[in-house]
């Protein structure tokens, strides 16, 4: 499938959008020495992207194929692997999170090549627990920086 | 003479060569780690440094300063991921080396180019002090709001490609850098309600966020790592004395990068984060081949680490003379002196000059020590990132993505900000909008909005307070500068259109 697209009207409408964000959500009550500068910056990122959007439509346009590399299904899973960490984080604890994360992530990539029986599996749970534990050692012991803690520990 | 020679003296106790090499080797480590800086690396163990004496206190603490913003640059080369703000240009053209299988002579580059730029600002601090300290106390807000000017200057070479969509993620970064709590004003600004979004978006979440995450997506596309095998002629160009040998063949391009660092040392708030970014884009511009920066070039790879490694020494110019941290280690590093009675100006160059030379002369050996400790480091590390398989890669460097993201202030918003971001710099770097230009606006925005507003404020006076942005000659100055930089990629095309008229005219 060709996914060519215009990718100075993408960029431009991007921007249009986030500058009407920006804008929108100024509080009209603030003082100068708050307002000044973004209202300033709004201004500009308004009008970079109207140049793009012009641009979009003159000879000179840039048009790129999108999402052409590797397997798009993947990066996608890959980022909700990566948010379900994050969000696991609190309830089951850094540690356990860590082991988990690691384990799946490693286990969904690792599919895209190769075969992986029981044993090797269980093999790259194990070092996911050294892993996550030499971080956790590292952090909590020598740095002293607490990390979040969940049901478990 | 009696003084330095003393100072030498103290420090060839073995006691103290081991805890600059201790200190090297705990900075390159926490350096390395993306999200953990130099300022926390020294942070975290200044209490150990209560129970020493001012000057092992001190050494240590140079020490792991120097390592970490080296450091910084094996995480930059090997994972395009800059373990420091320091490190951001090493990635442009590390990385690019580490794919073509050229990590280790990368490395060995960083490595020696860093050992120099560490010497070049000991070397400065210890002879040029004092002038350079009455310059920096001349750096008011209209100067800073140039300053952070002439840094998004660099958003012209830092496209790759299309200018419009460089400014984009400029402006992107700067207002990303607005959000929270209003620097001057102190008024909430774009928090959408939520009281965690008051603290802002932290730079270093969004540099790994848009440096980092991108990477381990591609990584997951492809389902390989983007590393290329080290090759037997690689391995002989890696070598110690062919490294510093291309090091020191272009002595121009280093020469520059250390004067460019030490100036922007000196300026305090500013530091590494934006020395190496504004001797990279010097390099490019000073470049017989500017078009081959991005593809893995050793001159833009010297510049931005000789430049980033002198301002560990060369920030302490306004530290140890005007009590003014130049960047803020410095600040880690004046509560210690302070802690033990050493308070800065002259008094610390008379009466305590033998622990005040002491401590300047152990950071240049902390930069000589960088190179064992580095070009070892450099193999072990360069060893365990290529043989572990892309799909251990992905979750490790998430692991370390994540901790040191959390780390940075103990909040889990960060790390949602961080993949968040992330994810957007994914798609944004699809449709040609680079990391690059989004984390510049947000260092320098912050700067020039704090320059600029103060500098309309101290100009309340005057009919147009803006006048108040343009009245001084150092000022002056950096417009100057400011306008030759933003104009100069047009003034290229000019002169390669003279020189090609030139020629035609001279074959007819």
């Known amino acids: ?153 | 003479m009696d003084i330095f020679l003393q100072a030498m003296g103290e420090l060839t106790r073995p006691y103290v060569i081991l805890l600059i090499f201790g200190g090297v080797s705990a900075g390159l480590f926490v350096g390395a780690m993306p999200g953990l800086t130099a300022t926390m690396a020294l942070a975290v163990l200044l209490p150990f440094t209560f129970t020493m004496t001012p000057l092992n206190g001190l050494v240590s603490l140079g020490a792991v300063y120097m390592g970490a913003i080296y450091g910084g640059s094996f995480a930059a080369i090997l994972v395009n991921t800059p373990g420091t703000p320091s490190s951001i240009a090493t990635a442009f053209e590390g990385y690019p080396m580490a794919k073509q299988g050229r990590a280790m002579e990368a490395i060995g580059i960083a490595t020696i180019s860093s050992a120099i730029g560490g010497i070049a600002g000991v070397l400065f601090l210890l002879f040029l002090a004092p002038p350079l300290a009455v310059l920096s106390i001349r750096f008011g807000p209209a100067e800073f709001f140039w300053v952070a000017i002439l840094g998004l200057t660099l958003i012209a070479s830092l496209s790759e490609g299309s200018l419009l969509k460089g400014l984009l993620g400029g402006t992107i970064g700067i207002m990303l850098g607005t959000i929270g709590v209003s620097p001057i004003g102190g008024e909430s600004r774009f928090t959408l309600g939520f009281p965690v979004m008051q603290g802002g978006i932290e730079m270093i979440v969004a540099l790994i966020g848009l440096f980092v995450m991108p990477e381990l997506y591609n990584m997951a596309a492809l389902a390989r790592t983007s590393l290329g095998a080290v090759s037997v002629s690689s391995k002989e160009k890696a070598s110690f004395w062919r490294v510093t040998l291309k090091v020191l063949s272009k002595p121009g391009n280093l020469v520059r990068s250390c004067i460019i660092g030490e100036i922007v040392a000196i300026i305090p708030g500013a530091g590494g984060n934006i020395a190496n970014l504004v001797a990279y884009n010097e390099a490019k511009r000073a470049s017989k081949h500017p078009e081959r920066f991005g593809t893995g070039t050793s001159e833009g790879l010297i510049a931005t680490e000789s430049s980033n490694n002198v301002t560990v020494a060369g920030s302490m110019v306004p530290l140890l003379t005007l009590g003014i941290p130049g960047a803020p280690p410095d600040a880690v590093i004046l509560g210690v002196m302070l802690l033990h009675g050493l308070r800065p100006g002259l008094e610390l160059f008379t009466t305590s000059g033998v622990l005040t030379y002491a401590f300047i002369i152990s950071m240049g050996l902390a930069a000589i020590a960088m190179v064992p400790v580095g070009l070892l480091g450099g193999r072990l590390i360069y060893r365990v990132i290529f043989r572990t398989p892309y799909y251990f890669l992905v979750p490790t460097i998430g692991l370390a993505t994540i901790i040191g993201t959390f780390a940075l202030r103990n909040s889990m918003t960060d790390v949602f900000i961080m993949l968040i971001l992330g994810t957007i710099g994914y798609l944004l770097k699809q449709i040609g909008i680079m990391p690059a230009p989004i984390v510049l606006g947000l260092i320098l925005g912050a700067i020039a909005e704090v320059g600029y507003v103060q500098a309309i404020l101290g100009g309340m006076a005057y009919r147009v307070p803006q006048v108040r942005l343009f009245e001084n000659p150092l000022s002056w100055i950096l417009i100057g500068i400011v306008v030759v930089s933003a104009a100069w990629p047009f003034i290229l095309i000019l002169l390669r259109r003279m020189r090609s008229g030139n020629k035609k005219g001279g074959a007819q």
């Open chain 1, 1 to 153: 499938m060709t996914r060519n697209i215009n990718t100075d009207l993408v960029a431009g409408t991007f921007g249009l959008l986030l500058s009407f964000g920006f804008w929108w959500l100024l509080d009209r009550e603030l003082t100068f020495l708050s307002i000044g500068f973004p209202r300033a910056m709004i201004a500009i990122m308004t009008l970079v992207s109207a140049l793009l959007v012009i641009k979009a439509f003159s000879k000179t346009v840039e048009r790129t194929d999108l999402f052409t590399v590797g397997s798009n299904r993947r990066v996608f899973v890959t980022g909700l692997l990566f948010f379900g960490w994050a969000f696991s984080i609190s309830y089951l604890g850094f540690f356990v999170a860590g082991v988990l994360a690691i384990s799946v992530i490693a286990l969904y990539l690792a599919l895209a090549r190769r075969r992986v029986s029981v044993p090797v599996f269980a093999g790259w749970v194990l070092i996911a627990v050294l892993e996550v534990s030499f971080f956790y050692y590292v952090f909590t012991r020598l740095l002293h920086i607490p990390l979040p803690e969940g049901w478990f520990f």
